[in-house]
């Protein structure tokens, strides 16, 4: 499984961003994803997850209401749109695909990684 992430770029605090990430190698439809990030000196974190079906979804606390993650199965992509930015939203942000029915939450269940996509946003 290889997963390419895309998206990121520098934005202005107010501002919005779509990040997409692009499976191959795998039966897409099968697979939870999830959308990470990790600040400078920080651990990295969940940011949402969308189960294989699209009808299982998870958000951080701290991007409720702002973020929204998508899958489109027939083009093996998923996406996270971000509006509203915060300068704390600033880091890089991975995609992460499991072989799972449920809705892993934790980096521990995700067994295939993009590369990273950097986010920065400016106050």
């Known amino acids: 499984v290889q997963l390419q992430a895309s998206g990121g770029g520098l934005v202005q605090a107010g501002g919005y961003l779509k990040l997409s990430c692009e499976a191959s190698g795998c039966s897409f439809s099968r697979y939870c994803m999830a959308w990470f990030r990790q600040a400078p000196g920080k651990e990295r974190d969940v940011v949402a997850a969308i189960s294989w079906n699209g009808l299982g979804i998870y958000y951080t606390d701290s991007v409720k209401g702002r973020f929204t993650v998508s899958r489109d199965n027939a083009n093996y992509t998923v996406y996270l749109q971000m509006n509203s930015l915060k300068p704390e939203d600033t880091a890089v942000y991975f995609c992460?695909?499991?072989?799972?029915?449920?809705?892993?939450?934790?980096?521990?269940?995700?067994?295939?990684w993009g590369q990273g996509t950097h986010v920065t946003v400016s106050s």
């Open positions: 992460a695909a499991a072989n799972d029915y449920l809705l892993p939450i934790t980096r521990a269940r995700y067994t295939y």
